[in-house]
């Protein structure tokens, strides 16, 4: 059984940050990737960033220069720094794990966090 849970989200002003963590537990074996996605009301679920396990990144074009991905490999946790927040940026974000155990390559999903830009 894999678990993540995430915390950090919450109710923020335009041009404000927040900081959002994900922690990984559990039969993980070996993580190839972590990272968030978000869902806005009535849209699909969308990549923000995600990093892998040889440290590269990659995130969505809309929060290029405003979000920044990190992972501590010991304590196998994700976060995303979110600075420069705007309103379109609300939405729930879901953390991603990719592990590969016993040869599968398995993907994981915690369950999610509001973060709303509002003034």
């Known amino acids: 059984q894999v678990q993540l849970v995430e915390s950090g989200g919450g109710l923020v002003q335009p041009g404000g940050s927040l900081r959002l963590s994900c922690a990984a537990s559990?039969?993980?074996?070996?993580?190839?990737?972590m990272g968030w996605y978000r869902q806005a009301s009535g849209k699909e679920r969308e990549l923000v960033a995600v990093i892998t396990s040889g440290s590269s990144t990659n995130y969505a074009d809309s929060v290029k220069d405003r979000f920044t991905i990190s992972r501590d490999s010991a304590k196998n946790t994700v976060s995303l720094q979110m600075d420069s927040l705007k309103p379109e940026d609300t939405a729930v974000y879901y953390c991603y794990l990719r592990c590969r155990r016993s040869g599968f390559l398995n993907a994981y999903w915690g369950q999610g966090t509001q973060v709303t830009v509002s003034s």
């Open positions: 559990g039969n993980i074996g070996s993580i190839s990737a």
